[in-house]
T-cell receptor, first 116, second 113 residues
């Protein structure tokens, strides 16, 4: 079974430029998560989707970050414009159910963003 | 060897020794806990989980202990191997907040051959 796929794996951009990350979750997984991970820290949730619906985006900085999961499968996370402090690893995860909170989340390899 | 979790983020052990990684969680409403292993350049990988109605769960070479009284979680790795070298995170799920996991800071485990 293929795992969570993310692309690109690495991205270097100048500040004020836009950037987008793509995630393909495990087939059949209804719930999709985007996390931000700073160096040496644990992942922090940005947004959670149940199918097409964003059910928790309270931690997403909406002035510059946006996300979509139009058909309830793939998802895109965008930053526009990027700031130096956005340099981090952006992780995507998926889980089969998610609503109970008691099921395993499977993580992708992440996209390492460097903003110069 | 033993780690105090958030206060000692690095643990170094000899190959073959047992490792104990500790984690303190904050919310008494947390009902589900997971240990993840993260190797350099990779996403977190599930190791073992435990629900709040249990105090111990065993897997292959790993055991998780949960002490709800003091809000403490530990991961024990038996016969630690070089391939166990990674950063280990505990994560808690807070009841009634869906699938939102709160991750701890992490402990880096280094295994000396």
């Amino acid at each position: 079974e293929a795992g969570v796929v993310q692309s690109p794996r690495y991205k270097i951009i100048e500040k004020k430029q836009p950037v987008a990350f793509w995630c393909n979750p495990i087939s059949g997984h209804n719930t999709l998560y985007w996390y931000l991970q700073n160096l040496g820290q644990g992942p922090e949730l940005l947004i959670r989707y149940e199918n097409e619906e964003a059910v928790d985006d309270s931690q997403l900085p909406k002035d510059r970050f946006s996300a979509e999961r139009l058909k309830g499968v793939d998802s895109t996370l965008k930053i526009q414009p990027a700031e130096l402090g956005d340099s981090a690893v952006y992780l995507c995860a998926s889980s089969p159910y998610g609503t109970s909170g008691m099921d395993e989340q499977y993580f992708g390899p992440g996209t390492r963003l460097t903003v110069t | 060897g033993e780690s105090v979790g958030l206060h000692l983020p690095t643990l170094s052990v000899q190959e073959g020794d047992n490792s104990i990684i500790n984690c303190a969680y904050s919310n008494s409403a947390s009902d589900y806990f997971i240990w993840y292993k993260q190797e350099s350049g990779k996403g977190p990988q599930f190791i073992i989980d435990i629900r709040s109605n249990m105090d111990k769960r065993q897997g292959q070479r790993v055991t998780v202990l949960l002490n709800k009284t003091v809000k403490h979680l530990s991961l024990q790795i038996a016969a630690t191997q070089p391939g166990d070298s990674a950063v280990y995170f505990c994560a808690e799920n807070i009841k009634n907040q869906g699938g939102k996991l709160i991750f701890g800071q992490g402990t880096e485990l280094s295994v000396k051959p």
